[in-house]
């Protein structure tokens, strides 16, 4: 099929993108203590470089205590953090760029590290990492109001950063959507509740709250997924009028664009139609979305992280999907890591020179 469609220019609001293509937010701890290099920096405008419409951050670390649960995962607040961070958007506009920090709360995610800790508890809706799993402590309402307040200075700082955008992180198990899932929010106050839309309210106050501070026309963007990180079967919404509950006081708040993360951008959310996660989201709410999930490869993303390799793979499917307007932009992830020419490539109809995707492009800033 024709890929005229991946080339279309998107607006919303102040963000003019010349493609549909988004590179997806990845996680890279490549920042000792927090604080990007230069050599992040450069990473990131090999990507611009490369032509991708839009590049979304690796989730960065809003003014938590234990907002992450890496020291080398970047922070977004400090002077010497933000400076780093300053010196990527440059580097980013320099070669053509438009970009987003993703902001970020792990909220209760273990540490990986074995001789350091985040330094405070882990910050929980009920003190659950999942189902019956303690970790961490029930945020109390000053927590949830200082963790509103971090979001909402951390897009403040974005902004004044000259950032084009922003995206709050609420997808895969971490802080946000841990209070949108039944199996880890089992609150009795205002922010807990039997259904989706009741639970949905922290992230409300945050995007309120983020909007306040940016203004009414800088972009919001939020990252959502049904499954998570912790068990890959969870569905928050099992149907589309569940999916609309849950997304329209999000909508209501201030969000202006949707990125609905599923491991398989093909497969259906549900029965009866064959729309993905981000058509159904679109379809709900009226927002633009962008779709994500094995874009341009074979293999899924966990498996990626097992040791399982990729080979380059059709667009078709994409390419249909988004020329009949399921969705507005897609995020591209495995594929632009190993590959910031990727999407040049694409464009110019180098099929022989896509490359395959190897663990090892994990461990590197290509």
């Not at 230069?38 to 419409?53: I, M, Q």
């Not at 929980?124 to 990492?129: A, D, N, V």
């Not at 569905?235 to 491991?263: F, M, N, Y």
């Not at 549900?270 to 679109?282: I, V």
Request: hydrophobic share 40%.
């Amino acid at each position: 099929m024709a890929i005229d469609v991946l080339f279309r220019p998107f607006s919303c609001k102040g963000l003019n993108l010349p493609n549909r293509v988004v590179m997806a937010p990845m996680t890279r701890s490549f920042s000792p203590n927090g604080i990007v290099t230069a050599d992040v920096a450069l990473y990131y405008r090999r990507r611009a470089e490369g032509g991708v419409g839009l590049i979304i951050s690796e989730g960065t670390g809003v003014d938590r205590p234990a907002s992450l649960n890496d020291p080398n995962v970047p922070r977004f607040h400090g002077a010497q953090e933000l400076a780093g961070w300053r010196r990527v958007v440059d580097e980013v506009h320099d070669a053509g760029g438009l970009m987003a920090p993703q902001l970020w709360h792990v909220g209760a995610v273990r540490t990986r590290e074995k001789d350091w800790q985040p330094p405070g508890a882990y910050d929980s809706p009920s003190g659950l990492s999942r189902p019956d799993k303690n970790l961490g402590v029930p945020m109390s309402d000053e927590d949830i109001a200082d963790a509103i307040r971090a979001f909402a200075d951390a897009g403040l700082a974005a902004k004044r950063s000259n950032f084009d955008a922003i995206e709050l992180h609420g997808a895969h198990g971490y802080l946000i959507d841990q209070f949108f899932w039944e199996g880890t929010n089992c609150r009795e106050d205002a922010y807990g509740g039997i259904n989706l839309a009741e639970r949905a309210r922290f992230a409300a106050e945050i995007v309120r709250a983020v909007r306040k501070s940016v203004g009414p026309e800088f972009p919001i963007l939020l990252r959502i997924s049904q499954w998570k990180q912790q068990d890959f079967a969870v569905k928050l919404a099992g149907t589309p009028r569940e999916l609309e509950a849950w997304l329209t006081p999000l909508r209501e708040a201030g969000v202006d664009i949707l990125h609905c993360s599923q491991r398989r951008f093909w497969e259906a959310e549900f029965e009866g139609s064959d729309l993905n996660f981000a058509g159904w989201a679109k379809k709900v709410t009226g927002l633009p979305t962008i779709s994500v999930g094995s874009v341009g490869l074979t293999g899924e993303f966990i498996a990626a992280y097992g040791g399982e390799s990729s080979r380059p793979a059709s667009l078709d499917e994409l390419v249909r999907r988004l020329d009949r307007e399921e969705f507005d932009l897609v995020a591209v992830g495995r594929a632009l890591l190993q590959d910031p020419q990727w999407l040049l490539k694409v464009r110019d109809g180098r099929a022989d020179e896509l490359m395959a995707f190897d663990r090892s492009a994990f461990a590197t800033l290509s």
